[in-house]
């Protein structure tokens, strides 16, 4: 699966970005998919991720309330809408996929599982500064 992430830039605390990430066959019904984030001098972290086949969305604490994950299957593409930005939101964005029998988006405690991940996305750049 080659997947490519795009609708990074720069953008004011307080502002919005929406991230989408579109990939041939990717199968957004059946595995689960999401965002992984990844700061200067930071290990790569879990953001948000969704199983349209178990009903599932989760969000890191730090994003919840102000990301929405969601999904278009007709258009294959998964999206980030991010809201209410903070400098700290600065990363580069990843999107990921995983085999829904791996459970990376069944419980929070694998969120951050980036060994679960059998897909990557060519990052994206998120930028929050005045």
């Known amino acids: 699966v080659q997947l490519q992430a795009s609708g990074g830039g720069l953008v004011q605390p307080g502002g919005s970005l929406r991230l989408s990430c579109v990939g041939p066959?990717?199968?957004?019904?059946?595995?689960?998919v999401g965002w992984f984030r990844q700061a200067p001098g930071k290990e790569r972290e879990g953001v948000s991720c969704?199983?349209?086949?178990?009903?599932?969305?989760m969000y890191a604490d730090s994003v919840k309330g102000r990301f929405t994950i969601s999904t278009d299957s007709a258009k294959s593409t998964l999206y980030l809408q991010m809201n209410s930005l903070k400098p700290e939101d600065t990363a580069v964005y990843y999107c990921?996929?995983?085999?829904?029998?791996?459970?990376?988006?069944?419980?929070?405690?694998?969120?951050?599982?980036?060994?679960?991940?059998?897909?990557w996305g060519k990052g994206t750049q998120v930028t929050v500064s005045s």
């Open positions: 066959g990717l199968n957004l019904d059946g595995e689960h």
């Open positions: 969704i199983s349209n086949r178990e009903d599932i969305t």
């Open positions: 990921a996929v995983a085999d829904y029998r791996s459970g990376w988006c069944r419980h929070r405690r694998s969120l951050n599982a980036a060994a679960a991940i059998d897909a």
